[in-house]
């Protein structure tokens, strides 16, 4: 027992290591691959904090090197979720009753623990077991889960501040509860630090947490589960079940103590999952918390007055950087027709310049999309946009799946503005162009707001302020997160909180006080020094 008016120590964003050639940090990372590639893991569900295995191996391989094995998961069954909700409800009273501080104190050590002796095996785990390379790991598996337990503990402590007014005899107080039952995290497969936030951020206000990652992140899920562990949390609170989706949600989602969802990941898995809640209200003790971030179909808009090589680059990283698979990922572009033959040029010097291979070698620029699934989708519409006469594949367009699944980055030009691809999420390197005339802005802009039912990220370029002011104007509902003069991928914590509207998701800000407001349920206090004795009101006496 303690007592103090804490204070949680103010957080900075993580550093992001360069890995240039002679770094510490190259040397410790090519270490460590060699390590990892030389043994096979088998990995376990953790449930109660015991892990639990179940003989029913499946295979991991790194997407961009499909022959080489990883190691082997157990795919849990429903029982194994049942065991997961059940410890995930035992552990809640102790885990609440925690001195906040203290729960505090784990998440800021595994924070320390990422940052210091993981940190290489964590962006390892997700480059081999996600392709990504050495910088898209760092700032994802590293910095921005840092960031993110760093962050959100000192969200907690300011929102904990908030407390309401008080009178002369009254105080009044906030008691910040964390929600009844349990919280289901459902994570993707495309960002470490996502999948570390989704059951981390509500289990810090000391909620408990039935974790499922995506099939394709297990190699690095359990590296997050150890640091965990090793930071002292205790069994129960946080329970990771690698089980088949429908096997979870049916077991979860039917669960009386169902207390909400955080969920990250496409648009049809979050709606099918509304859809069993909405079916289910009923049958629950509170109505569930359903924060959800899911796709988008973000956008680049290019005025007159914009620089070439700030809009070639801006679609070079902005498209092709993790083979498109960022939820906020550049995928369709309106140019104006007096730019283009510039931007077309420097775009395609860039593109031609891009090394695609296995991410041991750290002069890939690109790598593997996640599996066959997302690789034969990706080939299909490639195969469509190179038959369809309303498009050309003016860059790449070119697969192959021997050795890993690569995708070339590809850009498709299209006459049409409604063409499906500037519609649909793709998920993959592959970005649409449309032109149009310069002197049609404002119609280029109503389009873009119009076409598809996205509204996760979007960008404009321009020198002209009364070109952005127009963006402003006709764009403000079309992404959560606009970008100036900026591409519209890498959202830092505490800088550019982050999530979308329409059909991108709740919009509940990962990262930010928002997101962890979603997680507590206030209980509001008054009490009384001075209680009153006689019911009568002054009115009541004669005159
Ligand atoms: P996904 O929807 O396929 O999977 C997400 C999670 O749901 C996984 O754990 C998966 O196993 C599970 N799942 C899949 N089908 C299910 C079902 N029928 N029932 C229950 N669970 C099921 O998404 P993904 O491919 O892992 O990730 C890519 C998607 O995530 C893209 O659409 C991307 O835009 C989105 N995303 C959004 C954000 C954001 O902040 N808005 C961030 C990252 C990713």
Redesign the pocket.
């Known amino acids: 027992m303690s007592e103090g008016r804490y204070i949680i120590p103010e957080p900075t964003n993580e550093i992001q290591l360069s890995y240039a050639p002679g770094s510490r940090e190259r040397d410790e990372l090519k270490k460590e691959i060699k390590k990892a590639r030389s043994v096979e893991v088998e990995i376990s569900s953790v449930i109660n904090g015991k892990h639990v295995q179940t003989g029913d191996l499946k295979r991991i391989e790194p997407p961009h090197d499909i022959k080489h094995t990883l190691g082997y998961y157990h795919q849990a069954k429903k029982d194994h979720v049942m065991l997961a909700v059940d410890a995930a409800i035992s552990a809640k009273e102790q885990w609440l009753n925690m001195p906040w501080e203290e729960r505090a104190a784990i998440f800021l050590k595994a924070a320390d623990l990422i940052a210091g002796p993981y940190r290489w095996k964590m962006n390892v785990s997700t480059m081999l077991g996600q392709s990504k390379n050495p910088f898209q790991a760092e700032i994802d598996a590293a910095c921005e889960m840092i960031d993110f337990f760093r962050f959100n503990i000192k969200f907690m402590e300011r929102i904990f501040e908030i407390q309401p007014r008080s009178v002369r005899g009254i105080w009044n107080r906030t008691d910040w509860r964390p929600l009844e039952g349990f919280v289901f995290a ?6 470490t630090s ?1 999948a570390g936030n989704l059951p981390t951020a509500p289990a810090m206000l000391g909620n408990t947490v039935v974790w ?6 297990v190699y690095s899920a359990r590296v997050i589960m150890e640091v965990l562990q090793q930071a002292g949390l205790p069994d129960g609170v946080i329970n990771l079940v690698y089980a ?3 096997d ?2 049916d077991v979860v989602l039917n669960h009386e103590e169902f207390g909400g969802i955080h ?8 709606q ?2 509304w859809n069993i809640i909405g079916n289910n209200i009923s049958k629950y003790k509170s109505y569930p918390r359903i924060v959800g ?4 179909k973000d956008f680049v808009i290019v005025h007159q007055s914009a620089e070439p090589k700030e809009v070639a680059t801006a679609l070079a990283r902005g498209a092709f950087e993790y083979q498109g ?4 990922a550049a995928s369709r572009a309106y140019i104006p027709s007096c730019l283009w033959d510039e931007i077309r040029q420097m775009l395609e010097a860039d593109l031609n310049s891009f090394k695609m291979g296995g991410v041991e070698d750290f002069s890939n620029f690109i790598n593997a999309v ?1 599996d066959e699934k ?1 690789f034969d989708k990706l080939g299909r519409v490639i195969d469509k946009a190179k038959e369809d006469k309303d498009v050309d594949i003016i860059m790449g367009g070119g697969y192959n799946k021997t050795a890993g699944y690569f995708i070339e980055p590809t850009v498709i030009l299209t006459k049409d503005p409604e063409y499906y691809t500037m519609k649909e ?1 793709l ?1 993959g390197p592959i970005l649409t162009v449309y032109i149009y005339p310069e002197e049609k802005y404002q119609n280029a802009l109503k389009i873009c707001d119009k076409t598809s039912p996205y509204a ?1 990220t979007g960008a404009v370029f321009a020198r002209d302020k009364q070109a952005i002011e127009l963006a402003h104007k006709h764009l403000r509902y079309a992404a959560g997160n606009f970008y100036i003069n900026d591409k519209p991928t890498g959202a830092v914590v505490s800088q550019q909180p ?3 509207a329409r059909g ?2 709740t919009n509940d800000k ?1 990262g930010s006080m928002i997101n962890l407001l979603r997680w507590l349920s206030p209980r509001s206090l008054k009490e009384n020094f001075n209680p009153p004795t006689d019911y009568r009101y002054p009115f009541l006496e004669e005159d």
């Open positions: 459902l994570t993707p497969f495309n960002f996502i499922k990652p995506s099939k394709s992140q088949p989706g429908p979870v949600t969920f990250t990941g496409s648009t049809t898995v979050f099918s999952i971030e899911t796709g988008g698979q960022k939820c906020s996640i997302s999420e998920f996760l982050f999530g979308g991108s998701g990962a």
